[in-house]
């Protein structure tokens, strides 16, 4: 009867135990746990056995003796009690107490009573004394949120419960009957007392001896808490590899807080630490007033590995995540949704020609930043310069649904039509995720790879469960990511990501977008770049859009920020100096700068009697690819008679003597076809 009752109050799904779940780094270093109750399971056979007799000594002597309820100890309980004229002494045994612990409430009525002695029967039946012993060392609570032994002796001392002493096991034994009244750190001297009463008691049944004892109790209780540093600049990264374990993996909340998983990330600390140390920095963040928020990501190129991430500028664990929150991104989408998908197709190349005019289209006007168009520019110094009026011609020229067909296959599916997508014009915006992911293609011949930061995952049983695959797909053509790490470097190097320091190759493009509500004022700034080896975006502005919340400066901040990173981690690192050319494609060259020729001079000589030769000179460009157009002006009409390449003369092989001629030079970019402005005019003739 007994039997059969215990049977239905023992739930053998709760023998299963609670146990933290831990996060990791790659070389084993535990950034933290995740619990609701600190637990960590340990087997029999990992306690010591003089552990195992400081808890039977105190709690149960008759352990190995009764079969889950213990009269005598019960009639002793009661003896003791009536004597103290008060309750002084629990006849509880362990299999009792396991069972209050595991099925039952702390009700202090004879129903729970008569259920915990019916389950404590039940138990000792199916269960052997080991497995009950160590089922109990691993569900008692200690204090401070710690259950069992094993946490609680990396709380107390700092070790594992394999290499606890006989004093320290007796100190872990003193704690269940009152954790917060005998706590060793807040009370000492109760712990102490209470400590020696162990060690006495286990004296009594044979399993210390009178010197040991002795010996012992003169002894401090030797306390040595781990003292956990904290590290507010993992919060955010670890909510990232909490949201990734329960969407990537189908890990509930539940599972992650109570599985005993071991979860391995690919956080790279050092870079975590100087990053956040970076968001921390207000000369950074120029706002009109205080809670100017960032994030910032920084990614592994070749694995997809996330070594750093910080979803806002002082994260605190469950706040809202900005690497994952979609914000304006102004020009940081010109290389993805215009220059990148131009240069796939045919009849576009880094020197093309693109028009750079103030026009309409229809009811949508762009405009340069500058307010300064050229007529025509290259598709090289447009993107290198973040001119407005080319790219989003050039987006009308492919067509918008060509153009997003590129953005969806990098995971961004836009609900925009119109031709503002080629400056970031966008109603809900992109995350610092989504371009990280897609810039990477641009590094990796074209590949988009997904960024994750869990490596691996293995159960409580150090069983591997689950681990990282990468995801790729193609985007670009391997030339096309080519020429656009040339021509992102160069807007690094001569653009509008000038802003800041850092000696070695880096690829990238600023972003602003204007705020809504206070003209010549920012409301979004972005920086998103790569060097050989990472991937990175950093994004300043604020949550709240109103005319109080604004930017005093635009994409020079993230971008100084993000070098300033990258600085500290090649002092570290020794970070790669130049980008490497993949096999297979064409080399970008340096663009050609034109020169103002004001100083063309023609001159006169003799070669004999009949023949007179003239020469042309100017001042020639240090470029030697610029080819030099000459020109002359006969009878009202101009016309091309020769050209040089590289020189700052030309010879003018005959020349009529009494005939006034004149001419004139124009510098020409073989790489565009687009002349510059032509020179002063000279008269080449003989003056009477």
């Known amino acids: 009867m007994l039997l059969m009752g215990g049977k239905s109050v023992v739930d053998k799904k709760l023998l299963v135990l609670d146990q933290a779940s831990q996060i990791e780094t790659a070389d084993g270093e535990v950034l933290t746990k995740l619990y609701k109750q600190n637990r960590t399971v340990v087997s029999i056979d990992e306690i ?61 009525t004879w129903s729970r009573k008569f259920k915990e002695i019916m389950a404590a029967l039940y138990l000792e039946k199916e269960v052997s004394k080991e497995r009950i012993l160590q089922y109990y060392l691993n569900t008692i609570y200690f204090g401070n949120g710690i259950y069992g032994v094993e946490a609680a002796s990396q709380y107390f001392f700092n070790k594992p419960i394999e290499k606890l002493t006989i004093s320290e096991g007796a100190l872990l034994a003193a704690l269940p009957k009152a954790p917060n009244y005998y706590d060793p750190v807040e009370h000492p001297e109760r712990a102490k007392e209470r400590r020696n009463l162990v060690l006495n008691r286990m004296h009594e049944t044979g399993m210390v001896s009178t010197e040991k004892v002795v010996q012992i109790q003169r002894k401090t209780l030797g306390i040595e808490r781990g003292n956990p540093e904290k590290k507010p600049w ?57 809670g100017v928020e960032g994030s910032f990501l920084l990614m592994e190129e070749k694995t997809g590995r996330i070594v750093a991430a910080h979803g806002g500028r002082n994260y605190q664990r469950g706040d809202l995540n900005r690497i994952h929150v ?7 989408m010109k290389p993805l949704a215009v220059y ?43 993107l290198q310069q973040s001119k407005n009026a080319p790219a989003v011609w050039l987006l009308n020229q492919m067509g918008v649904d060509y153009a997003k067909d590129y953005l969806s296959k990098m995971g961004m599916n836009l609900s925009e039509k119109g031709l503002s997508i080629a400056l970031g014009g966008l109603q809900e915006g992109v995350t610092p995720m989504d371009m990280v992911r897609s810039y990477r293609s641009f590094i990796h011949d074209g590949e988009m790879i997904e960024p994750h930061t ?31 790490t040339r021509m992102l470097q160069s807007v690094v190097e001569d653009g509008t990501a000038r802003a800041g320091s850092y000696s070695k190759a880096l690829a990238g493009k600023t972003g602003s977008t204007q ?151 124009v510098p020409y970019n073989p790489l565009t076809k687009l002349e510059g402005e032509p020179s002063n005019r000279v008269k080449v003739s003989l003056d009477w």
Not at 326 to 332: F, I, N, T
Not at 353 to 361: A, F, G, M, P, T
Not at 459 to 481: C, M, R, W, Y
């Open 48 to 108: 010591p056995q003089h552990v195992e007799d400081a808890f039977i000594a105190i709690e149960d002597t008759r352990f190995y003796e009764h079969s889950g309820i213990d009269l005598k100890a019960i009639a002793r309980a009661i003896y003791r009690d009536i004597i103290a004229m008060k309750k002084v002494e629990g006849g509880s045994t362990i299999t009792q107490q396991l069972s209050k612990n595991l099925f039952l409430t702390n009700d202090k």
């Open 234 to 290: 993992m919060n955010s990264y670890i909510d990232l590899v909490i949201q990734e374990a329960t969407e990537k993996y189908d890990l509930s909340k539940e599972e992650l807080y109570q599985g005993g998983f071991r979860i391995v990330v690919g956080v790279d600390q050092s870079i975590q630490e100087s990053s956040y140390e970076a968001m921390q920095n207000d000369d950074y963040f120029p706002g009109s007033t205080k």
């Open 326 to 332: 979609k914000q304006q991104p102004g020009s940081v």
């Open 340 to 382: 990148g998908p131009a240069l796939d197709l045919p009849n576009y190349k880094p020197y093309s020609v693109l028009e750079d005019k103030n026009r309409s289209y229809g009811e949508y006007q762009p405009e340069n930043y500058d307010n300064r168009y050229e007529g025509q520019v290259s598709l090289y110094k447009a």
């Open 454 to 484: 869990i490596l691996k995952i293995y159960n409580q049983n150090g069983e591997l469960v689950s681990h990282h695959e990468d995801e790729t797909k193609q985007i670009f053509q391997p030339q096309t990511a080519w020429s656009m």
């Open 515 to 665: 705020h809504p509500m206070v003209p010549g004022k920012t409301n979004d700034a972005w920086f998103v770049g790569y060097t050989p080896n990472y991937v990175g975006a950093v994004w300043m502005g604020y949550d709240k859009i109103d005319k109080d919340h604004y930017l005093n400066g635009g994409s020079a901040y993230p971008t100084r920020l993000m070098k300033d990173v990258l600085s500290k981690m090649d002092h570290k690192r020794d970070l790669q100096a130049s980008f490497v050319k993949p096999d297979g494609v064409e080399d970008v060259p340096e663009p050609i700068e034109l020169p103002v020729i004001d100083d063309l001079q023609g001159t006169l000589s003799f070669g004999s009697l009949t023949l007179i030769k003239g020469k042309l000179t100017w001042t020639s460009s240090p470029d030697d690819r610029v080819v030099y157009r000459i020109y002359r002006v006969e009878n009202g009409q101009d016309a091309k008679v020769g050209e040089v390449t590289g020189k700052g003369s030309y010879q003018l092989d005959r020349v009529k003597l009494f005939d006034e001629e004149v001419y004139y030079v």
